[in-house]
């Protein structure tokens, strides 16, 4: 269900109107006049009515979906390369603190690999584009 709401906030020539609806896609706000608000909300209602937001919701799904492997690939290199820094800096502190130097290299080095692979996984979306 659809249940909308106009807010307004300041006063006199300063007064701005937003409209919101319980869907949590749709709201719009710096609307100078409560009509301009009106217009708005009926607008809203009527694509729901019709169809078209229902429509529109399922094409930004299915756009999402189709990008998702690549946000993943995304996501995997960040966080890779956010290990790499980390484990670069785990080699730093065992050298300085006396820590076990070797292990702290064998993490470096399995950050490496995971960064290098998230990197190829990555660099396959750039040449299918």
């Not at 609307?31 to 919701?57: F, I, M, N, P, S």
């Not at 820094?85 to 785990?90: E, P």
Request: hydrophobic share 45%; net charge negative; with cysteine.
């Amino acid at each position: 269900m659809h249940t909308s709401e106009i807010t307004s906030d300041g006063a006199g020539e300063d007064k701005e109107y937003a409209v919101g609806c319980s869907c949590r896609t749709h709201y719009v706000s710096r609307l100078r006049t409560y009509a301009d608000a009106v217009a708005v909300r009926t607008a809203h209602k009527q694509a729901v009515a019709d169809g078209t937001w229902q429509a529109e919701q399922d094409a930004e799904a299915a756009r999402l979906a189709e990008r998702a492997p690549l946000n993943a690939a995304k996501r995997e290199h960040f966080e890779a390369l956010d290990d790499r820094r980390s484990a670069g800096f785990g080699v730093l502190i065992a050298k300085q603190r006396g820590g076990d130097v070797e292990a702290a290299r064998a993490d470096l080095a399995a950050a490496d690999a995971r960064l290098a692979a998230a990197v190829v996984a990555l660099a396959a979306f750039e040449v299918s584009a």
